[in-house]
C-alpha cells in the first residue's frame, strides 16, 4: 500500500510536490462509520504519488482549532467529548430542487467513503497532514439538486451552547459559518470529512461532518455542519466578520501573499517538535494543478 500507518514528520520532510492524492475508493454506503474493517482489498488510486507521510492520531486529535470549545489548542481535545453528534440532522436549503432536514445516516447510505490524504495548513502557519475518511461534497449537492442560479455555497456550525463551552464567550459571531464558490464546492478535491485514519472523526476535528478544503487555510474547513445553503450572492464568513482586512472570502493558501502581521512563505510542521526546520509553502498548499485554473485572471493579492 502507498499509505503507511504511520506519522512522524521528525523523519520525513514532505518533499514531493508532485501530484500525491491518494484517492481510493473505500467502502460506499450505510457502513460508512464503520470503516475500519473497509481498508483492505480497495481499488487502485485515481491518482497516487508518494511522499506524504501523515502526521499521527495523537497530533491530529490533539493539536485543534475548535473555538466553540476554548480557543487554546487542546481545548477542543479536552471539552468536545461533551458534543451530541448522533443523532444528526444537515438542513440544506436556498436553491435546491429537494430543501430539506437530512438524516446523516440517510446522507451517508448514498455516499461512497474514501480515504484521501491531504495537506493541511492553518493560517496560523502551522500544518499537517492528515489521512481523512469522506466524500466530495458534489455528490452530496447533486444528491440535493444545484439550481442553475445558484453560485455559492454556504456552510453553518452547530450551535448548542450548554454543549459547546466556549461560545459563552463572543470570540467569533456564533454561529461559525463559512462559504465557498461553486465551483470551489464542486472540485472534486473538496471533501466532506466523517473519518480519519479509518475511524470515525473525533468530536475535536469536527464530529460527524466536517468540510475539508485542502487548498486553502483550514479555517475555511468548518466543523461539524449542519446546513448547507446554495445562495447567488457570497455568503458571510466568520473570520472575514471578525476581521475583514486579515481574512478574506477566498483564503487560498498562498506562500506569496503574507498575513498583515506575519509571512505565510513558510509552515511549522505539527510533530516534528518546537524547534522542527520550517518548510516552505507551496502556491495552493500543493495543489496547484488541480485548483489554479479556477482562478485565472483573478488579482490573488487582492482576492484574498
Ligand atoms: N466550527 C468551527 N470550525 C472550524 C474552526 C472553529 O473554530 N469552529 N476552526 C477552523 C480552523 S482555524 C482550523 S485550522 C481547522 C482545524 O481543524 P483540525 O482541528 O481538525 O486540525 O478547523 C477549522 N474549522
Ligand atoms: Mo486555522
Redesign the pocket.
Known amino acids: 500500500m502507498a499509505f503507511r500507518w504511520k506519522g512522524d514528520l521528525k523523519d520525513h520532510h514532505v518533499t514531493d510536490e508532485t501530484l500525491w492524492l491518494n484517492r481510493r475508493q473505500i467502502i460506499g454506503g450505510a457502513a460508512g462509520l464503520g470503516l475500519g474493517a473497509g481498508l483492505a482489498g480497495l481499488a487502485g488510486p485515481a491518482r497516487a504519488a508518494e511522499g506524504l507521510e501523515p502526521n499521527s492520531w495523537e497530533e491530529i486529535t490533539s493539536y485543534n482549532?475548535y473555538y466553540e470549545f476554548g480557543t487554546d489548542k487542546d481545548d477542543p481535545k479536552a471539552y468536545a467529548g461533551a458534543l451530541t453528534t448522533n443523532p444528526w440532522t444537515v438542513t440544506i436549503d436556498g436553491m435546491v430542487d429537494r430543501p430539506g432536514d437530512y438524516a446523516l445516516e440517510d446522507i451517508l447510505s448514498q455516499m461512497t467513503i474514501e480515504e484521501r490524504i491531504y495537506r493541511f495548513r492553518?493560517?496560523?502557519a502551522w500544518s499537517m497532514v492528515v489521512p481523512w475518511n469522506g466524500f466530495e461534497l458534489a455528490d452530496l449537492l447533486n444528491m440535493a439538486g444545484v439550481q442553475s442560479g445558484a453560485k455559492y455555497v454556504a456552510f453553518e456550525t452547530l450551535l448548542r451552547p450548554e454543549e459547546m463551552r466556549g461560545v459563552a464567550y463572543p470570540v467569533l459571531d456564533w454561529p461559525y459559518v463559512e462559504g465557498l464558490r461553486l465551483d470551489e464546492a464542486m472540485n472534486p478535491l473538496t471533501l466532506l470529512a466523517t473519518g480519519i485514519y479509518g475511524k470515525e472523526i473525533p468530536n475535536q476535528n469536527g464530529a460527524p461532518l466536517r468540510l475539508v478544503v485542502p487548498w486553502k487555510?483550514?479555517?475555511k474547513s468548518i466543523k461539524s455542519i449542519v446546513r448547507v445553503t446554495l445562495t447567488d450572492s457570497e455568503p458571510p464568513t466568520s473570520w472575514n466578520k471578525a476581521n475583514a482586512r486579515e481574512y478574506g472570502f477566498y483564503s487560498n493558501v498562498n506562500p506569496q501573499v503574507n498575513h498583515p502581521r506575519w509571512s505565510q512563505a513558510t509552515e511549522r510542521p505539527i510533530g516534528g517538535g518546537f524547534f522542527a526546520k520550517r518548510q516552505p509553502t507551496l502556491m495552493f498548499n500543493g495543489y496547484e494543478d488541480e485548483v489554479a485554473a479556477m482562478y485565472d485572471g483573478m488579482d490573488l493579492s487582492k482576492n484574498f
Open positions: 482549532n492553518c493560517v496560523e487555510y483550514g479555517f
